[in-house]
DNA sequence: GGCTCAATTATACGCTTGCATAATTACAAC
DNA sequence: GTTGTAATTATGCAAGCGTATAATTGAGCC
């Protein structure tokens, strides 16, 4: 009876480093990161802790790439099929709707946003890609909020366009939150409504009408 | 040299449990609930670790304990101010403004949320407390954006004072996050101005000029 | 001034954590 | 088939964690 040693398949660095990520997503979401321990993490990963080590040289720059991927795929995820419609109108209200609608919306996102920014307070590195992601974002909203006027015919000029562009965020992301913290206290597509009357109003623009083609 | 004991003050049970709570909350803002470890959590308040047992059966007590103290002393001291003026145009201005303006709106406080977030999600009371507060929030900027509506002559029904309120809600959030979680991002009277502009689009009322006077 | 008792300190236990290091093994090259 | 080597497992360690419990001590009361 000797004691059987674990059978592995040796698999690429990449798919090896990914996995690993995605268990750390999955362990930080559930459990926040309390539960995302090394241990844990390979377990999740069905993997040994050893080889958490062999791919990061420690944990947090384990956390740090998860933070990463978590963050890019958010947006992704809001972009995706918003740039298909020819009327900037309508794939401004397509964003609005995907900002605040599942998988976006979702408990485990906002979760996983909220257990990582303590993380993000206390490292460099982190912070930027907080700034990155968050200014990308509103970018992109500016580009086409000012898309949409100018095709209504009017013109913001920079001051304005910033201005509107950090309130239509700040409605998009308190609706992210509420609706991922507090999933209960809203109905199936009021959300959805919501934001893009919001939206709208301070944009003086018809989104919910755009939202329906 | 016999080693020294250490001296001390007896003090009321309350003070202490205020202490401590203090402490607690002073170290999860700095570091992060991470840092929040009993040791240091007792060497904060000038204390030595025993006593927290002492006061609370368990660490999660006192975190809890801690939530509660946060949250109430959130919205108190959003809506410190407010009562105090006649119009309720202008009590809803000030809320707005004082909504994000320090210290509501301030990275140890975002932070404090945050931490506290993953605990709400796996704790039933701290759940309810989450859900409270939230709603205690809307429920009073559902009554005076009525109020401030009524004032001009309108009156909305319910369902579309449930969705103002959730809507300017959401602004109100989302600027409170993005101004603590990225502070250097913005001006230092933009938030307020965006705020009220947004809002006031929202609800078609002039709050700018109503937070002048 | 001594008694009493809760408030406080002191100490220690068992567990978990992140990290290090040595021993194995799958797989490709020749 | 042998060999080389990087991928993977196995094991261990020191530190920190929350909790339990026993020993002290301040302070009010008679």
Known sequence: MTGERRKF?????????????LATLDLIAEQGVRG????????????????IRHYFSTK???VQE??????????????????????????????????VTPPVVD???????????????????????HAQTYH??????ERLIVAALEEAGRAPDAGQARRLAIACNAVIDGLWLEGGALPEAFGPDELTGIALTAVGAILQLDLEEAAKT
């Open 107 to 129: 408990a485990a996102s906002v979760g996983l946003w909220a257990g990582f920014l303590n993380h993000v307070r206390q490292d460099a590195r982190m912070r930027a890609v």
């Open 36 to 51: 995302a321990t090394v241990r844990a993490i390979a377990e999740r990963a069905d993997v040994t802790q050893g080889l």
């Open 66 to 99: 998860a933070y990463l991927a978590h963050m890019a795929g958010l947006t992704e995820q809001t972009f995706a099929g918003v740039v298909e419609r020819e009327a900037a109108l309508g794939r401004l209200a397509a964003l609005v709707v995907a900002s």
């Open 9 to 21: 398949r040796r698999e690429g660095a990449d798919s090896r480093r990914q996995a690993l990520v």
């Open 136 to 141: 990308d974002f509103r970018d992109r909203l």
């Open 60 to 62: 947090d720059e384990l």
